[in-house]
Antibody, heavy 116, light 112 residues
Framework: EVQLVESGGGLVQPGGSLRLSCEASGFTFSNSHMTWVRQAAGRRLEWVANINSDGSDQYSVDSVKGRFTVSRDNAKNSLYLQMNTLTAEDTAVYYC?????????WGQGTVVTVSS | DVVMTQSPLSLSVTLGQPASISCRSSQSLVFSDGNTYLNWFQQKPGQSPRRLIYMVSNRDSGVPDRFSGSGSGTDFTLKISRVEAEDVGVYYCMQGSHWPPTFGGGTKVEIK
């Protein structure tokens, strides 16, 4: 079964950090471009960051540039999102997904809440 | 960024009746490879989005054939031929032709 499982979300204070993980199974992870998408309450889905199959290229939305870093470990079939200097605007459900142009597979999401 | 505009914001449909959702993009979604990366997703309460249609009109495996996608360029439509109770949720269009990928604001479908 093709599956993505996120973890690492939680409550963090403004200015804090979190590292999200996404474990993949059921498909050849090392051949897949991967992406993070977030959904804040009452707002539309927002693409956050993208990484190519071997990890050599990463892209992120302007609002997280310099604060968020996407990475991967193909040996562990895992995708990561290191989030630093978090603000209330980063509060959302974070999803990992496969193939950013078509997004066929999504994880169940992990909740990030930034609040004091 | 490409702006994706969906209409209507919400739709109240009688069971068995058709429904149609429009999605317009601020730029043509024809990519340099000739493909149009316009996708449709369904999100039920408490669940992650599920892709229904990819590249305008291709239905995903397991998606009922009452769902269909059409359109070209900047103008796209998702149709449900006969709405069933299980179709309740929010529907999003999304473009992957231009960087960054962007989503429409969503259309909430409910049963009248």
């Amino acid at each position: 079964e093709v599956q993505l499982v996120e973890s690492g979300g939680g409550l963090v204070q403004p200015g804090g950090s979190l590292r999200l993980s996404c474990e993949a199974s059921g498909f050849t992870f090392s051949n897949s471009h991967m992406t993070w998408v977030r959904q804040a309450a009452g707002r539309r889905l927002e693409w956050v960051a993208n990484i190519n199959s071997d990890g050599s290229d990463q892209y992120s939305v302007d609002s997280v540039k310099g604060r968020f870093t996407v990475s991967r470990d193909n040996a562990k079939n895992s995708l990561y999102l290191q989030m630093n200097t978090l603000t209330a605007e980063d509060t959302a459900v974070y999803y990992c997904a496969k193939d950013p142009r078509v997004l066929p597979i999504w994880g169940q999401g992990t909740v990030v809440t930034v609040s004091s | 960024d490409v702006v994706m505009t969906q209409s209507p914001l919400s739709l109240s449909v009688t069971l068995g009746q058709p429904a149609s959702i429009s999605c317009r993009s601020s730029q043509s979604l024809v990519f340099s490879d000739g493909n149009t990366y316009l996708n449709w997703f369904q999100q039920k309460p408490g669940q992650s989005p599920r892709r229904l249609i990819y590249m305008v009109s291709n239905r995903d495996s397991g998606v009922p054939d009452r769902f269909s996608g059409s359109g070209s360029g900047t103008d796209f439509t998702l149709k449900i031929s006969r709405v069933e109770a299980e179709d309740v949720g929010v529907y999003y269009c999304m473009q992957g032709s231009h960087w960054p990928p962007t989503f429409g604001g969503g259309t909430k479908v409910e049963i009248k």
